[in-house]
Structures are given as structure tokens and as C-alpha cells.
């Protein structure tokens, strides 16, 4: 999956980018006032720029900041703000670990995967952030709503769910925009 997505051009990285975000903006329960938690994109993920642009008012843009039990909190963000590169090496808010959001917070969450199936399991990158985060979000609907964002090529035919996911209630590629009914 990692090989496929990286094997994307910039032009197709960020044309999927901008059609992701025109069927985010399409869904009307998407545009409720509220936190939006994004990513910052890296390894070849679809960049959610054209995304943070296209907010509805009231929504307010964070960036996941990750917490030393593995976790992670949320942290409002608009460009020209400090970020500062966590042990990975991703950009985060450099902010008052105090001022963060939980989880629970965020009325939208843009997953970023490895992989994805169409009875919305995702694959994540294997540190089991995301899952330790929403686990609260385990069999049950949200808030937040958690929408997967992923390239149309990393969509597998089936993925074993393990006690720990959590999946998602939706799912944004380039090509399409699916509700997985929960």
C-alpha cells in the first residue's frame, strides 16, 4: 500500500486532494460548526490543504498532537501557526499540552490509512494511534464522525477486524464518497 501511494505523481496527489474535499464539502452533515481533526499529510497521503480551505463556518481546523501514552489530542491550527516535529518527525501545533482537545471533543475526524474496505475497516500505519484514541467509538456511532481519506488504489477487497479497531463511518477517495451506515 505504501508502494502504491508513494508511486502517485504530485499532480495526481493533489488533484485527489481537491476531490476530496469537494465531496466533504457535498455532505451536508460534514458542514456542521464544530472541530474538524485533520492530518498532516506525509509518506505520500492525500494532503487535506484544499480541505482546510473549503471549512464551513464555524468549523475549526486541529491537527492531532501525539501524547506520550500513545495517544492522540487535537489542537486548533491555521497556517503560519508554530508547529514543531513530534518523535516522528511530523508537524504538529507547538502548544500548551493543556490547550489540546480529547478526542471526544472533534465533531469530524479525517483518518489518514494504509488501507481501506468497503465494510469500513481501515489499515492503519500500525501504531494503533487512531484506534487507541476512538476506542470509545468502539460499536457505536459517533461523535465525532470518523471519515477515512484515502487514495482510490489502497482499497482492499476485505480486512480482518481485530477486537481493537475502530472503524469508520465513512470514506473519501478521489473516485468516490461512501457512508458505511453507522
Known sequence: MRARRAALSPGERLAAADAV??????????REPGYVGGYWAVG??????????????????CLPVVQDD????????????????NRFGIP?????????????ALSLVLVPLLGWDRDGHRLGMGGGYYDRSFA????RPGPPRLVGVAYAC???????AEPWDVDLDAMATEREWLRFGR
Do not use: I, Y
Open 21 to 30: 474535499a469537494r465531496h466533504l464539502a457535498a455532505s451536508p452533515e460534514l
Open 44 to 61: 505520500g497521503e492525500v494532503p487535506l490543504h484544499a480541505v482546510q480551505l473549503r471549512l464551513a463556518p464555524g468549523q475549526v481546523w
Open 70 to 85: 500513545g495517544s492522540l489530542r487535537f489542537a486548533p491550527w491555521r497556517a503560519g501557526d508554530p508547529l514543531a516535529n
Open 92 to 104: 504538529e501545533p507547538a502548544v500548551d499540552p493543556a490547550s489540546t482537545l480529547a478526542p471526544a
Open 136 to 139: 470509545f467509538r468502539r460499536g
Open 154 to 160: 489502497q482499497e482492499l477487497p476485505g480486512l480482518a
